[in-house]
């Protein structure tokens, strides 16, 4: 039986290992690990790609998110909208700031929906928080309207869309910060953690400058409180070399969701995510994530067929997690969606036979059901 995981850690040994192995050679070689040229020069490479005026490596993406608020001035008694269809790490970003996260639904395509965070705006709002989520990116001509209307910030969390565009610009780039996860199984993924924050803000720029390497700045004089917050001059080193055909990595994502769109959107009950190229939307598929009324049989057929599935956050949207403190909110919409939520493989080591086989098997599974032969509890 074939078998489609649903991330191929050994196949990325077996095409980038040689490769890598010889860049890491040769940073070890001139013993420059913190705050040295790839570092920059992986900085000025992200910069021109998003033509953003400044981009700052961090250690993570979360780090990213933290520091992106804290420049801001987010603080205790402030309120931050997020959509609760995200990584635990959107909403902790405003928890260890002191503010108070406030979760809202997600619309038809699994993106932050404006209507729902319009309504969630009182006297303590200070930022919204759109989730740049599968690879896609908000309608943000809505969301910046939102903001402008009522004075407030907004913090692109862009951790899985880098090179995703709305109307041809790109995802992280709208608010007055953005920031993306570098994490392995991310877009562009280095060999531990990364990330990064990039903005138009020469002000805000310099702060996250500072704050990331204990406060310290260009000249190398402590102007104010700091941390610890750098990316590894080995792992820039690393992403400057994956980042040589990254084009090419988002061209065969795309590639492989219209191969999915082709065979499985005849398929009744299942939502499938927008196709490449619809309306003003340039989606990069960090995901695949497709909605089942049957998703839990869906996901044990697949299974035994040797196909590898995930439910995205485990199975649960932000506020349904216990111990946050969030579990009041109601958001049937979003509740229904992750019921109902599957990822199905998208990584570069698929080939399109895999693509063809995890279709046929999804297929195949909906045959059974058609026949009466599976019979399933649907989630409606
Ligand atoms: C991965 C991710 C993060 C966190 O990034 P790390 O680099 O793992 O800290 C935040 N938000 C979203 C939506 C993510 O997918």
Known sequence: MKQVPFFNYKYFYESEGSGILSVIENVMRRGA??????MFDFEKRIADYLNVKHVLSVANGTDALEMSLQVLGIKSGDEVIFPSHTFVATASAI?????????????????????????????????????Q?????CDMDALTGIAEKYGLFIVEDAAQGLGSKFKNRFAGTFG?????????AKLLGCLGDGGIVVTNDDELAEKVYALRDHGRMSSGKVAGWGRNSRLDTL????????????????????????RYHEQLSGCKDLILPPKPDTGDHFD???????ESSHRDLLKQYL????????KQWGGETVHQIQGLGLDHYNLPFTERMIARSLLLP???SLKNDDVDYVCEQVLAFYALIDEGVLIADALQ
């Open 303 to 310: 299974v035994d067929q040797g196909v590898g599935t995930l």
């Open 33 to 38: 690990y913190i705050m040295q040229q790839e």
């Open 133 to 137: 989520l599968n690879g896609r990116t």
């Open 176 to 184: 007055s910060l953005g920031t993306f996860s570098l994490y392995p």
């Open 284 to 290: 990069v598929y960090q995901n695949y994530e497709i």
């Open 346 to 348: 998208m990584n570069i």
């Open 235 to 258: 792992q820039a080193a690393v992403l400057n070399y994956l980042f040589d055909h990254y084009d090419a990595t988002i061209a065969r994502r795309r590639e492989i969701a219209q």
């Open 95 to 131: 928890h260890v700031n002191g503010a108070t996260p406030i979760p809202v639904e997600c619309g038809a395509d699994h993106m932050m929906d404006p209507k729902a965070v319009e309504k969630a705006i009182t006297k303590r709002t200070k930022a919204i928080m759109p989730v």
